[in-house]
């Protein structure tokens, strides 16, 4: 094991892991033997696993397979002070408890001052990426709640002009007898595939714009059909909801009105 008289002398040498042996030692006992680290020839004192590691600072990033002295890896970087170190906890449970024995021990080191240190825990990054992403929700269904209201008005628009245009076609309608819901639902029923043609462009839009920018990013391309689901009904609310009005107005046309227009 790594203990303080390595850590004060700078000395080379290093804990291992089982990946290492098996790499570099083909089963045979590392203890004793050298391994070269960037040149520099580290003598290995023993062995560790990677579930159950200690506070010793390691020169690789993510999981660790060399452990050596912090002091010794301050030195092959020319490093003269360390700036962070990182607490890795068995349990989660233990992170609030963790934080502040650390707290209090870099208070301790640093008599008491105040903003000489920080202390990042996971729940607080997860706090901070859940604030985070609700932000970008809002602020995404807020737009997308702009770009229906004004693809609603649009289509309403639409509605209109056509029942203007179609007065005739709707004097005669109800004169050949054609009631006022089998107006309005004709008119319905148009608004609404309207909307859907519209739902549809959107989602087959959006699937190829998911597609090209997976291809680039080099990330999988997953189709959500929730999301799929999720459009095509508010593609029909929309239509129904905004072509409600145009529907209403066609329905209480006087058809004597509607003829004299020919």
């Not at 200690?54 to 020319?78: C, D, H, Q, R, V």
Request: with cysteine; glycine share 8%.
């Amino acid at each position: 094991m790594l203990n303080f008289i390595d850590e004060n002398n700078m000395s080379y040498v290093c804990l291992i892991d089982s990946e290492m042996i098996e790499s570099f030692f083909y089963g045979v006992d590392p203890v004793d033997q050298h391994l070269y680290i960037n040149g520099i020839p580290f003598l290995v004192v023993g062995t560790f696993s990677t579930e159950n590691t200690e506070s010793i600072a390691s020169i690789f990033s993510g999981s660790p397979s060399i452990l050596i002295p912090y002091t010794t890896a301050m030195k092959m970087n020319n490093v003269n002070e360390v700036t962070s170190f990182t607490v890795y906890m068995a349990d989660d449970a233990t992170s609030a408890e963790t934080s502040a024995a650390v707290e209090e021990a870099m208070d301790a080191m640093f008599s008491y001052e105040e903003d000489c240190f920080t202390i990042t825990t996971m729940d607080a990054i997860e706090d901070t990426m859940e604030t985070m992403m609700g932000m970008m929700t809002t602020l995404l269904a807020g737009i997308a709640s702009i770009a229906l209201l004004v693809g609603g008005i649009g289509i309403m628009n639409m509605m209109l002009t056509t029942v203007t245009e179609r007065t005739v076609e709707i004097g005669l309608k109800k004169a050949l007898g054609a009631r006022q819901w089998q107006i309005q639902l004709q008119f319905l029923i148009e608004s609404f595939l309207l909307s859907l043609i519209g739902g549809i462009a959107g989602i087959l839009l959006g699937l190829g714009l998911s597609l090209i920018l997976s291809n680039v990013m080099g990330t999988a391309f997953r189709i959500s059909t929730d999301a799929i689901v999720l459009g095509f009904g508010f593609s029909a609310l929309i239509g129904i909801v905004f072509g409600w009005a145009p529907a209403r107005k066609a329905s209480k046309l006087n058809p004597i009105d509607a003829l004299r227009s020919m």
